[in-house]
DNA sequence: TGTACATCAGTGAACGCGCGTTCACTGATGTAC
DNA sequence: TGTACATCAGTGAACGCGCGTTCACTGATGTAC
């Protein structure tokens, strides 16, 4: 008997940080008290990893501080060792999201020369990124409950500042018909307009569930002519 | 004593339809039973304007069916007279929010023969009506939670359905340069994502808040020169 | 015009729930000597 | 290399809250005769 449950605690101690359940932890904290760690390792970490899970799974309802403890096997308090509060996590995880929408936006930028490639380059990923993290996309444009922070901010205009430079490359190339901040609304405001009807299946396409680079072939000609001088 | 309390039971008659205090409800149902009103009179539709004011006015968040009932001095069971649950309260939001949506679109289209300035104009609408309720648009194209019911589906094609006529119509009249689908694309993709970007002050114009009428004058002219033959 | 009765739209009390947050505590870790 | 101690990152128990929802009930309304 006694080796079945030192089985039983070995198999759930890997399996701590992961899939926690209830009994599970039971059995641990009485049990194995001595073996088990103490410490997380990365909790922060972890957490902001397992927040974005949940809100894709279940929408910004279905993500409360206490079920992420539980699923880390983590006590509802610990959190707080690293998020003051709710809103902060909240807040973390859509400036994560500012940073990593960066990164998808210039991400192919590298070997092109042609603006006019690297604004349809940029649009494709503006694009992925919300495909691909709908709901934290709707988290950093929408519904983010506290705004006001600057490093919240600061990532945000990082990301728009990306793009802006495209635009003013493009400008600079002599290739815009347009201001550049005229070009930068219609570019931008169709960009991220398709961005939310494609993650709402609003669009009425052929393929219900259009890649990104699928869409962009299909509007950048159309940005293009509105923007371009060709 | 006692005319006092009869002019304050008086006074709160007239005010428990509107704004709703926990101790003048008890004051009232203790003192004046017999005056007051059993039935409310129309509380399906107070109901719903009530939860359009919260909305706007507290977030997404900030609604709840008790507090709506304490709002209209009603019991918390009282709604579930008119609606199955929260979700179906949520759901006839949005609908006449689709209906209040095509109704901003066609709006002042009967007088405009010329397509290009009927589409102009029902962008205009499209933008009115979003930054005139920005909680009730991000529910309608956004957090929704259960979106698979049918009334829901068909005000919302109804709304999209006007857009799509006015392109037809200029596709009709000859003025599109590409197709219908591709023109519909950008124009609905660029307007929705203005209106987003409009709602969640990302736009960096000279004025931090601009009416729809400016939005459109910015961008309409980028717009056509992307999808009309001109 | 008056009455009986079915239906409707409220009441009020209760249920259970999960949440965010706090706090005194304790085990683990890292650092100075 | 070993020890003392400060700091850190957890525990676990508790708090209060407001919420959605249910249910047996009752007062008001409208309708058939």
């Known amino acids: 008997m006694y080796s079945l449950y030192t089985l039983m605690y070995t198999t759930f101690t890997f399996d701590v940080n992961s899939v926690y359940s209830e009994p599970m932890n039971k059995l641990q904290s009485t049990m194995a008290t001595a073996r088990k760690a103490y410490h997380h390792g990365d ?23 206490r079920k992420l403890g539980r699923e880390l096997g983590v006590t509802p308090g610990a959190p ?30 590298g070997s092109v020369d042609d603006a006019e490639q690297r604004l349809k ?24 409950p506290s705004r006001d922070i600057p490093e919240l901010c600061e990532a945000g205009d ?11 490359d493009c400008a600079d190339e002599g ?46 000609d159309s940005i293009w002519s509105g923007i371009g001088r060709r």
Chains 1, 2 share one sequence.
């Open 43 to 65: 909790l922060r970490e972890s957490l902001l990893e397992a927040a974005e899970t949940m809100l894709e799974e279940e929408g910004p309802t279905g993500l409360s501080l």
């Open 80 to 109: 707080y060792r690293h998020f003051e509060d709710k809103d902060a996590l909240l807040a973390a995880l859509a400036i994560e999201g500012y940073r990593r929408l960066r990164a998808e936006l210039v991400r192919d930028l």
């Open 121 to 144: 380059l940029a649009g494709t990923g503006y694009l992925r990124f919300a495909t691909s993290h709908p709901e934290l996309f709707r988290l950093m444009f929408g519904w983010m």
């Open 158 to 168: 990082a990301a728009f500042a990306a793009f802006d430079r495209i635009l003013q």
């Open 175 to 220: 290739l815009l018909s347009r201001g550049v901040r005229e070009a930068g609304l219609l570019a931008w405001s169709a960009v991220h307009g398709a961005a939310f009807l494609l993650i709402d299946e609003r669009l009425e396409l052929d393929d219900p569930k259009p890649s990104a680079e699928c869409i962009l072939d299909l509007m950048h």
